[in-house]
């Protein structure tokens, strides 16, 4: 089909090519988490993380990733949490455990030996739990030393119950025994700041002032690129993890509804790609938008230009959420696909979009892939999520709700 297609009740495909499925046994509900792993006898297991329970996560073998096998699925300690994020560094994972009300456990995130991919084998856990935390939404772990990730902690009041995850970072050189090592939030959250509380944003557009996505790069170990949701894109020096430092802030709400997600360096252009999140049902929050970032004076961030927005006229009322959420983030792994040129994003309701950015004061969409709503959808609608591709240049992306796992190649 092609991108002037309008019924919603088949597939729309652009420039990708479906090649495989999987509903994950039924647990087609997906996070944010996806990572490659290169077994020790040869086979690539995707990892996936779940967006609710019962599922922790879910390991797939996709070595032919026409047809997926799934090799694991593990239980969550109990209902009222979730595993939304991992990350793997080598055989070592990383699982992020958030719970639905502030008090209750397990809250952190968890280390997992998974050298033998049936069969995972906790190595550590590093507690987040408190009166006032959720624990961990978000973690980032490449280098096999040091979790950066969206977190609550025991000793962390904030003023606002919504700002309850700040930025922190942890040791885990010794897995058995993870150790925070540094910690920043935003001045004027946290009881007993001297500064005084940001403004807060009006109505359903105030999603709180706390922490997202939490990347660090190899190009540059001493800068966080921190997505702080209604505070808007900040980027840390962490040179002394013990004492990060704000080098710059970028906020684009108001006029906007807010919720930056995600911030991909992109080094050797100069630039920053910043995605918000949609995170309310039938447009309420539009436009939630990619946007591209002149980063070449790093301590004056400039807005350049948008990804064009897929069709309000056709999404909007589709069901779900219609919006951009997560991209592809450039994962300082070698089973992680690297590029400058080509941005690919998901858009919940719709699906999955990719865009040349190589003049980046006039991207363009490129290819696009929207599936049908998969059976028993609650919103009616395909809702994807999230997206990784391989340094294969092969695609993944998954539901939020039913839908499991999409397999795509790219035919640009």
């Given at each position: 089909m092609t991108a002037h297609d309008t019924d919603l009740s088949k597939m729309l495909l652009w420039n990708f090519n479906l090649i495989g499925h999987h509903e994950l046994n039924g647990f087609g509900g997906?996070?944010?988490?996806l990572s490659i792993q290169l077994a020790k006898d040869g086979r690539r297991i995707l990892w996936t993380a779940h967006e609710s329970a019962p599922k922790n996560f879910t390991g797939i073998d996709v070595t032919d990733p026409r047809n997926p096998k799934v090799v694991c699925q593990t239980e969550l300690?109990?209902?009222?949490?979730?595993?939304?994020?991992?990350?793997?560094s080598g055989d070592i994972m990383a699982v992020a455990y958030q719970v639905k009300e502030p008090g209750l456990k397990p809250a952190g995130f968890e280390l997992f030996d998974v050298s033998t991919p049936e069969n995972p084998r906790s190595i550590g856990f590093f507690d987040a739990s408190g009166p006032y935390s959720r624990g961990v939404h978000q973690l980032w772990f490449c280098d096999g030393e040091y979790?950066?990730?969206?977190?609550?902690?025991?000793?962390?009041?904030?003023?606002?119950?919504?700002?309850?995850?700040?930025?922190?970072?942890?040791?885990?050189?010794n897995p058995g025994k993870p150790v925070e090592v540094g910690r920043w939030w935003l001045p004027g959250t946290r009881e007993g700041?001297?500064?005084?509380?940001?403004?807060?944003?009006?109505?359903?557009?105030?999603?709180?002032?706390?922490?997202?996505?939490?990347?660090?790069?190899?190009?540059?170990?001493?800068?966080?690129?921190?997505?702080?949701?209604?505070?808007?894109?900040?980027?840390?020096?962490?040179?002394?993890?013990?004492?990060?430092?704000?080098?710059s802030r970028w906020d684009n709400s108001p006029p906007y509804y807010g919720f930056t997600h995600t911030i991909l360096p992109l080094f050797d252009r100069g630039l920053y790609v910043v995605t918000d999140e949609?995170?309310?049902?039938?447009?309420?929050?539009?436009?939630?938008?990619?946007?591209?970032?002149?980063?070449?004076?790093e301590t004056n961030p400039v807005p350049i230009a948008t990804c064009p927005p897929p069709s309000y006229d056709l999404f909007a009322k589709r069901?779900?959420?219609?919006?951009?959420?997560?991209?592809?983030?450039?994962?300082p792994v070698p089973t992680s696909w690297q590029?400058?040129?080509?941005?690919?994003?998901?858009?919940f309701n719709a699906g999955l979009r990719a865009f040349d950015i190589s003049n980046p004061y006039a991207p363009a969409e490129i290819a696009h892939f929207v599936p049908p709503a998969p059976k028993g959808a609650p919103t009616g609608a395909i809702q994807l999520n999230d997206v990784f591709v391989d340094e294969?240049?092969?695609v993944y992306t998954v539901d939020r709700h039913i839908g499991g796992l999409y397999i795509l190649e790219m035919e640009f």
């Open positions: 997906m996070g944010e988490g300690p109990h209902q009222r949490m979730r595993s939304n994020s991992l990350e793997l979790v950066h990730m969206a977190a609550g902690a025991g000793d962390f009041q904030p003023r606002n119950q919504l700002d309850d995850q700040f930025y922190r970072i942890v040791d885990v050189r700041d001297a500064e005084p509380p940001p403004v807060r944003h009006k109505g359903k557009a105030d999603m709180g002032f706390r922490a997202h996505n939490t990347n660090v790069y190899p190009q540059r170990p001493d800068r966080c690129y921190l997505g702080y949701i209604d505070a808007g894109m900040i980027i840390l020096d962490i040179a002394d993890k013990a004492k990060p430092k704000v080098v949609s995170t309310v049902d039938s447009a309420a929050d539009w436009p939630k938008l990619i946007w591209l970032v002149d980063a070449r004076e069901g779900g959420r219609f919006g951009a959420h997560n991209i592809h983030e450039n994962v590029s400058d040129q080509v941005v690919i994003g998901t858009f294969r240049g092969i």
